[in-house]
């Protein structure tokens, strides 16, 4: 049964950094595209950044454009969310998620607009104040 666990959340002063991880388990990763996503209290789930297994083509959302980087390393199994020079509105839960691959290539842009991951992980906290 397919698993995905993250970890690496926390409490940061403005301008801190974290790096989220999340580790697949039960299949390999190196067939899945990849995404992250994030819901802060009283908003809707945003897609931050998404990453195309085939090519690498890769998508961030433009509030964290050159400050977060996605990555991931096939035989960890492991994805990961470099995030640098973090803003207090980068405050909220952090999910990972993956699509299993389909006739159907999407861009990453559209990947994190539409969400088609059907496996995610359960979440994890970034706080992100003074």
């Known amino acids: 049964q397919l698993q995905l666990v993250e970890s690496g959340g926390g409490f940061v002063h403005p301008g801190g950094s974290l790096r989220l991880s999340c580790v697949l388990s039960g299949f390999t990763l190196d067939y899945y595209a990849i995404g992250w996503f994030r819901q802060a209290p009283g908003k809707e789930r945003e897609g931050v950044s998404c990453?195309?297994?085939?090519?690498?083509?890769?998508y961030y959302t433009d509030s964290v454009k050159g400050r977060f980087t996605i990555s991931r390393d096939n035989a960890k199994n492991t994805m990961y969310l470099q995030m640098n020079d973090l803003k207090p509105e980068d405050t909220a839960v952090y999910y990972c998620?993956?699509?299993?691959?389909?006739?159907?290539?999407?861009?990453?842009?559209?990947?994190?607009?539409?969400?088609?991951?059907?496996?995610w992980g359960r979440g994890t906290q970034v706080t992100v104040s003074s």
């Open positions: 990453m195309r297994n085939s090519d690498g083509n890769t």
């Open positions: 998620a993956v699509r299993t691959p389909t006739s159907s290539v999407l861009s990453a842009r559209t990947m994190c607009a539409l969400a088609p991951f059907g496996s």
